[in-house]
């Protein structure tokens, strides 16, 4: 059984950057795909970014491209998301998560052994 552990958020002015860790823990995630998603309070969880499972391919949502970058690292058994350029709007709790179930990588019902997340507040 995989458990994933997010960590890295925080209070930060616009403009400014994160760098968030999704560590694995219980087994490798060398063969899975993961994505990171987020939820503001009273809206549903989105879609952020996703990376395959051999780190060869990365996939963004249009509200962070250019801005986050997702990357993965097999000897840590971790996946991270740098952000930058942060505006009040990415304020939210961020989760990662490993894909079950193949098919495209935004749909969070694609997705299991979710993280207990952490809360990223940018502002303004």
Request: hydrophobic share 30%.
């Amino acid at each position: 059984q995989v458990q994933l552990e997010e960590s890295g958020g925080g209070l930060v002015q616009a403009g400014g950057s994160l760098r968030l860790s999704c560590a694995a823990s219980g087994r490798s995630i060398e063969n899975y795909a993961v994505g990171w998603f987020r939820q503001a309070p009273g809206k549903e969880r989105d879609y952020v970014a996703a990376i395959n499972w051999s780190g060869s391919n990365t996939y963004y949502a249009d509200s962070v491209k250019g801005r986050f970058t997702i990357s993965r690292d097999f000897a840590k058994n971790s996946v991270y998301l740098q952000m930058s350029s942060l505006k009040p709007e990415d304020t939210a709790v961020y989760y990662c998560a490993t894909q079950l179930h193949s098919g495209d990588y935004y749909p969070s019902y694609n997705y299991g052994n979710w993280g207990r997340g952490t809360q990223v507040t940018v502002s303004s």
